[in-house]
């Protein structure tokens, strides 16, 4: 309950932050101007809506994880508004989990509104909605966990060095992560056995964002498997657990100077 | 019972990277605090009052050493329930109001929606700040801030209270209702552990304390056996005495200032006061105050830091801070 609180609180202090607002107004604003793209591209409107739509949470959900993520616990420290909580019947990791929730629910809140944006301007396109249009949301779950990675790498970051080297450490990440696959297929090709049980591990070790993306697919409005949403999910958690694990530990054994 | 004991606690701080040698700002530190007490911890910038207060909160890990609270040890989490802390020069969610704040405290605190809300509007009623409830905390004052600080400590009825360096940045006012918290908290049994440099609020406070200088405790007693409070003079000040009587006055006096109307001296002890006090009523002057002089704490406190440098002038064993580092 007590994180639930401390979430609660960390939404409040999230919808303060000028920059949330100008993120969503340029996510709002590309999703808009993606109408204005479908004109001119005749047969493809939908799946340029979707696409840019789709590509705009992403892109700018992880702007604003990346961008509140770094200042989450740093901020908490700097101000030192941290003192008088943490010697509250609190666990440091009741902390770091209701800091990590509480910018969760901001970001759910965002997405949610991006994809209304989203549904609107295929509404206004196609004069109403279908049931295919519904996989749209299949595609917005695995970017909210995508989201959720990265918030959990900020966060991860931000427990243990400033804003700035924080957010090029998760931005850094993120886009390793894109090319994460590639990394892989680069390890099969290579001779040498070194070279390809470094990408293995690579591999294995750096989120892999690849898992979260069917834009692509949902654009053309193909079914995609439940079995793969599945894997993601269950990837995203276990992912997102390892990292907010690492944060607890680095967080448990600071000292607040 | 002893409420809080601390057995030998040490913090290092880590300056600058290379360097090897820690600065110690806390060295074998041993206190123990009995139930009920208001007990001052005093000391100069830099003796080490807020990490002391630190490392009980959880917010520093010591070097070594350990300490408990209310007879529990300080990691468990369990006794932060039962006590309250304002942490020095607070500051706080500066987006939420203060009753907002407040709030906030209580439900960490686990109390439900109701008990919070009396809880709130006790507190800040009781720490002068109901006016400002509804102004969010980034608009108060510095005293104000103090204030609610004071306030958020006291939510959850603690038993034990750390308050450091809780007059500071409070004007007059402030400080007696500040004063009047803690002894009201001391008449509910609250055990009171607080830092300070006010040494008046200190005397007037205090049953024991303890005075720390450079991470080392220095001396720690009641405050009557570590000071002699003996009267060594009075004060007396008094305006508008007719000339023949004032420097009847001044001659008196073991020491005279004269400020405008207005005259300053220093009695030996009450017989000279009595007469001066007729002279002043003959010279149709006023009396504005007497005070006794006593061998106050602040002459103490020098008294005993000078001693303390001088036993240890390098501090054993680890580097001493330069400027700037
Ligand atoms: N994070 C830190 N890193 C290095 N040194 C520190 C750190 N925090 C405190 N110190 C040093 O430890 C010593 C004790 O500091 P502390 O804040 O406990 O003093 P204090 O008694 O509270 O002083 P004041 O009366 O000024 O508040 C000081 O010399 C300070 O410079
Ligand atoms: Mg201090």
Known sequence: MKIGHIASNTFKESVREKVLYNLLLFALLMIASSLVLSEISIGQERKIIIDLGLS????FGTMIAIFIGIGLVYKEIDKRTIYSLLAKPIHRWEFILGKYLGLLFTLLVNVAVMT????????????????????????????????????SLALMFSSFSTPLLSAAFTFFLWIIGHFNADLKHFGNLTESSFVSGLCDVLYYLLPNYGNFNIIQPVAHLEPVTASFVGTSVAYGLLYVA??????????????FK | MKVIELRDLTK???????????????????????????????????????????ILMRLL??????????????????????????????????????EEFLSYCGRIFGFGPREVRRRTADLLDAVGIGDARLLPLRKYS???????????????????????????????????????????????????????????????????VAILNRGRLVDCGKLTDILRMEITSLELVATNVAPPQSTQLERLALQ???????????????????????????????????????ESLEDYFLKAMDQSDARDPGQGGTEKREAGS
């Open chain 2, 61 to 98: 890990y010591p070097t070594s050493g350990s300490a408990w609270i209310l007879e529990r040890p300080i990691s468990d989490v369990s006794v932060h329930a039962r006590i309250g802390y304002l942490p020095e020069s607070p500051y706080f969610y500066d987006y939420l109001t203060g």
């Open chain 2, 12 to 54: 290092d701080f880590q300056i600058g990277f290379f360097r090897k040698k820690p600065f110690r700002a806390l060295d074998h530190l041993c206190l123990e605090v009995e139930e009920g007490e208001i007990f001052g911890f005093l000391g100069p910038n830099g003796a080490g009052k807020t990490t002391t207060l630190k």
């Open chain 2, 256 to 294: 005279a200032n004269r400020l405008g109307e207005r005259l300053h001296l220093r009695m030996a002890d009450d017989g000279v006061v009595e007469q001066s006090l007729r002279l002043i009523r003959e010279g149709k002057g006023k009396l504005i105050s007497i005070n006794p002089v006593r």
């Open chain 1, 116 to 151: 209304a944006a989203i549904y609107a301007a295929l509404f206004y396109l196609e004069r109403g909605l279908q049931w295919s249009h519904g996989l749209i949301l299949w595609a917005v779950l695995l970017i909210f966990f995508e989201l959720a990675l990265t918030t």
């Open chain 1, 242 to 255: 390892l990292v907010l694990g690492c944060s607890l530990i680095i967080f448990q054994h600071r000292n």
């Open chain 1, 56 to 59: 705009a949470v992403s892109l």
């Open chain 2, 142 to 208: 510095k005293g104000m801030l103090q204030r609610i600080g004071v306030a958020q400590a006291l939510i959850n009825d603690p038993r034990v209270l750390f308050l450091d360096e809780p007059m500071s940045g409070l004007d007059p006012l402030g400080r007696r209702e500040v004063r009047e918290i803690i002894l009201q908290q001391r008449q509910r049994g609250v055990t009171v552990f607080f830092s300070s440099h006010i040494l008046p609020d200190v005397e007037s406070l205090c049953d024991r």
